[in-house]
């Protein structure tokens, strides 16, 4: 018997989709000619009548954003109702419900508003309406890896790239993504060219974030958990503005939850080699690898090394395809894009910056500048390392896919917080692993109950 009319899905719906709209909002504002582009936009400007677009005018968001999120509380409140008065509908029809709204509401709030934003730019410029490396730059590297150009050793400088946003520009010398982002890209730029003359790297993305977010209910047990999967992933409340904006935390996410997936339905060496091309996309998936390969190995003496190549070799063969021909073909340049900037020891490194230790280095002085060295490596190895074994040994009492998830994220996150920059992408990125930590769990009768309509 409930205690209360309402249940934890429906609260966490409620927080997560006020977070996003809220978010969204305030991000529009820093977008000062979005009015004036939504007008000539093509397919959104059309969408409405100019009485409608002027009656609509609002200033915190164009016309049809407004629509858009009355389309999303509208399937909040019947999600908030069903949840309320649906003990007379069947569980599964329950589910299935509440599942159909939270994608209405994931397609009305995330994949809306980032094809909203790819038409923007058609008009307001290929350094409008995007993210930097995501989209503008790895749309470069794609023109570069088709004419035969190393993009580790190529810059940036000549690109729109350079037009876009930020102070230090940094980035303009280096391309800081491994292979798989911008080889699985390509043959979608040249179709897109193909069919309708012009690409943008969300278009890649979106695909990517929905095929996750269909992937994401068999990674949990019970309908509240695969519900609260679903909409944590699909709304999160920072990597929900990056698929809009089109940074590529998404992609990483997209190939690690396939693997996960495939682990869980007894299928190794396709896991494997879904592993290895996210470590082959962002050095960012590296991190998993030692909860990864005690997973892999559930039911196998750890000890045996024949056990462990031959479940992982796909891994290593995918991952060695397509790093090692760029390392054979300039090792510098591709250290010095992928490794040495984000350290700080490359001629043009990346900036001291974010949400971490890395301020009281600033506060304290101990640097003269953003751009100097600073050896965030020792407190990182200080304090990793340990937690490190701490988190294995936990793992191998319980060698679950929710403990390696949250074994993962609190490694990454005590790396990102030890080092030079921690974003807030990263924590939007971290955010998704530990909802899996948390919702791939067993949930005991309930779980059982789900298997019948799953």
Known sequence: MRRALGSLDAMLLFVLVIARARIDTLADLVLPTRLQDFTRA??????????SQELLKDWLTDPLGLLLLTIVFGALAAYLLVDAVGEKLSAAARYRV???????????????PSLKLVLLRRVGGPASYT???GV????ETIKLFLAGKNPYYEDYVNTPLAEWGLDLRSAVYHYPYLPWTFVFSTPFQVLSNALIGWYDQRFVYLLLFVLMLALAPGLARGPTARLGLVMTLGLNP????DVIFGQNDSFVVFWIILALWLLE?????????????????KPTAWFLAPFYALLLLRGEPLRRISAWWRCGWPALAAWATLILPYAIWNLD???DDVWRWSAGTAAVPYQIRGWGFSNLVLAWGWVQSRLDYWPFWLPQVLVCLPLLVFLLRQQRRNNTLATASWAYALLLFAFFYLSRFLNENYLGYLLAFLAMGYFAGETGDEGRQTQKYS
């Open 98 to 112: 509440k599942l159909a709204l939270v994608w209405a509401i994931i397609l009305a709030l995330v994949v809306a």
């Open 42 to 51: 093509p397919i959104v400007g059309t969408l409405l009548p100019p009485r």
């Open 333 to 335: 340049a591709l250290l």
């Open 238 to 241: 920072i990597m929900g503005s």
């Open 131 to 133: 993210h930097d490396g």
């Open 265 to 281: 339905r007894h299928h190794p060496r396709a896991s494997a080699l879904a592993f290895g091309l996210a470590c082959a996309s």
């Open 136 to 139: 503008i730059q790895t749309e």
